[in-house]
């Protein structure tokens, strides 16, 4: 099995075991982006792997892959290990639909399959046809070890039932509302957590804003240890000072996106095993 790298993925490379396409992306002396594809795959099947995070040119990389594959008339299946601007699903006056938008551009290449690691929005089906995969191999084993699977908003209350019936533990979920662009306060808590070890889980974090006022709500509550599972770990702004002042145990999260920069509260996940098995 051949595959192709965006940078964004480059750290994935000597994690799987699948032949290296050979690309060229490079930049012109203004920043501009080439890629070039440097070998024959005229009807060879091959796959696409990348993720989209910031800066958007991780996006047009994709892009430029996908039409480059596509001219070479090679057979593609996709793989998006993170969905970038997922998030910007709602319609809205005056405000530009995100998601749909780069899903339309994605649609106009061609595809066999197309597969996203656990997804931000539901409402991205609605735009684009995929694959939903959710790395529940990687989490069941620790979620084994806790008594509670807690949500930290009602956005993430599926995600916590799932784990909490593969593992056979109680849940608990908690709703929040937004006060600010990254600001956010929890209103409620539905389920005891009193005097137990207790599993935030949730496809992402970003700035933290949400488990660490999550942790904070189940702290006055009782619980006795607590510790956060999400699949995709962007750690924006002062993510990184303000977990390690937090009541907050340990942080797992998977290496979808490359992590340089951690500390002893944080433990890496590899993916690896999960793509491989979705391939």
């Not at 203004?30 to 890629?35: F, Q």
């Not at 039409?67 to 601007?85: E, P, S, V, W």
């Not at 684009?128 to 949500?151: C, K, Q, R």
């Amino acid at each position: 099995m051949k595959a192709f790298y965006t940078s964004s993925t480059q750290h994935l490379t000597v994690q799987l075991p699948f032949e290296y396409g050979k690309v060229l992306i490079s930049h012109f002396s203004d920043g501009e982006i080439l890629v070039k594809i440097e070998e024959n795959v005229e009807n060879q099947t091959v796959w696409v792997i990348a993720a989209t995070p910031t800066p958007a040119n991780n996006f047009f990389e994709l892009f430029f892959l996908l039409d480059a594959l596509n001219r070479a008339h090679a057979k593609i299946n996709l793989l998006i290990t993170y969905f970038g601007y997922a998030r910007q699903d709602k319609l809205e006056s005056n405000t530009a639909r995100g998601a749909q938008l780069i899903s339309t551009i994605i649609k106009q290449f061609k595809t066999n399959k197309i597969i996203v690691v656990h997804p931000h929005s539901k409402l991205l089906h609605e735009f684009l046809t995929f694959e939903s995969v959710i790395p529940y191999d990687l989490f069941e084993p620790i979620a084994h070890n806790f008594d509670v699977i807690v949500a930290p908003d009602s956005g993430a209350k599926e995600l916590a039932e799932h784990i909490g019936n593969l593992c056979k533990k109680s849940t608990a979920s908690l709703e929040k509302i937004r006060t600010g662009k990254d600001q956010v306060k929890i209103i409620n808590l539905d389920g005891t957590v009193s005097d137990k070890r207790v599993l935030i889980v949730d496809d992402l974090i970003d700035t933290g804003g949400t488990i660490i006022k999550a942790s904070e709500i189940l702290k006055e509550h009782g619980a006795k240890e607590i510790y956060v599972m999400a699949t995709h770990a962007i750690f924006a702004g002062n993510f990184l000072e303000a977990i390690e002042e937090s009541n907050i145990q340990k942080v797992y999260v998977t290496n979808s996106l490359h992590q340089k920069y951690i500390n002893k509260k944080i433990e890496v996940l590899n993916l690896a095993p999960v793509i491989k098995k979705m391939i």
